[in-house]
């Protein structure tokens, strides 16, 4: 079973050397979480690190750059009473191993619906989506954003599936809820808005977002599976009917010639080739994902995400 651990160890070697590792434990006040979780990842933006929660809400990862994490420690010092434990790579390398090895393993992974729903259900507000960043053309300032559910890694497609239409309804309902709203990521404002959906769509005629025009139209991404759905069409009509555009969003990049002359986006890892894609008008045919992007992905017409 390929487990937490085994992300965590490939990602910190996918980091370069002088980066840095802190280890921050839970806090249990989720005003006081989203603190230090913005601190992270400002440092991560500013550091080229990233931020990984540990699956119990344990730990928080952050390699950077030397000078951004040493901030990012000093003010989670200042804000937890106790510096972070630290660690520079690959120097420290073998010490980082053995607290790793120490650590608690994650929960078991689901194996039913009900088990599923329990699960999906009992996370934090704070940990039931995740902000990512998305630039156009060579120039890697941001100009989009998505908000995604948060992805729990299930081995089960079927079950993966169904937590991430768990988690993309939980972050539906707090983005109409003023109370949780100020609990999830905040969106830059300004920022092209990337919505992950659930297969049904919006849960009303207009949400977040929607009503904007040309190139800042929002785009809904729904699984690749709402293809197959008939009600489809009627869908899409209705997000384009909302001011939004339709998207989907896949794990295979090779799904673009699903979408060829529909109009419609596709988020997905990029493949080393361009694929043959379309004029793209207002909305972008392909939105790249992950961490290596080639260089065919950084034109005019085409979204990437910025490395955390």
């Keep these: 079973m390929k487990t937490a651990i085994t992300d965590v160890r490939a990602t910190l070697r996918a980091l370069p050397p002088g980066s840095l590792v802190l280890t921050m434990p839970d806090l249990p006040d989720p005003m006081a979480r989203r ?41 989670l010092g200042r804000l937890i009473g106790a510096r972070p434990a630290t660690w520079t790579l690959p120097g420290d390398a073998a010490e980082l191993d053995a607290w790793l090895d120490g650590l608690s393993p994650p929960a078991p992974q689901p194996t039913s619906l009900v088990a599923l729903e329990a699960l999906c259900a009992a996370l934090p507000v704070e940990e039931v989506a995740r902000l990512s960043f998305f630039a156009e053309g060579p120039d890697p300032r941001p100009v989009a954003q ?44 300004g920022l092209r808005l990337l919505l992950d959906l659930p297969l049904a769509g919006l849960p009303g005629s207009r949400m977040v977002g929607g009503g904007r025009s040309g190139r800042a139209t929002p785009i809904a ?24 555009h339709t998207g989907f969003v ?22 080393a080739a361009p694929p043959a894609l379309p004029p793209s008008g207002d909305a972008p045919l392909f939105i790249a994902l992950g961490r290596d992007i080639p260089a065919w992905c950084r034109a005019p017409g085409l979204l990437w995400e910025v490395p955390a």
């Design 146 to 189: 998505r908000l995604a559910p948060a992805d729990l890694a299930l081995e089960d497609p079927d079950l993966r599936a169904q937590a991430r239409a768990l988690l993309c309804r939980r972050v539906l309902a707090a983005l109409t809820d003023p109370a949780l709203r100020g609990r999830l990521p905040a969106l830059r404002p």
């Design 35 to 75: 603190v230090a979780l913005a601190f992270l990842e400002e440092a991560a933006a500013q550091g080229g690190g990233h931020v990984l929660p540990w699956p119990r809400g344990a730990q928080l990862l952050l390699g950077a750059a030397p000078g951004a994490a040493a901030r990012a420690s000093e003010a």
């Design 221 to 244: 991404l729904l699984p690749l599976a709402a293809l197959a759905e008939p009600r489809f069409p009627a869908l899409a009509q209705d997000l384009a009917a909302a001011g939004w």
């Design 250 to 271: 896949s794990r295979d990049a090779e799904a673009v010639g699903l979408l060829a002359g529909g109009g419609y986006a596709l988020a997905a890892p990029p493949p």
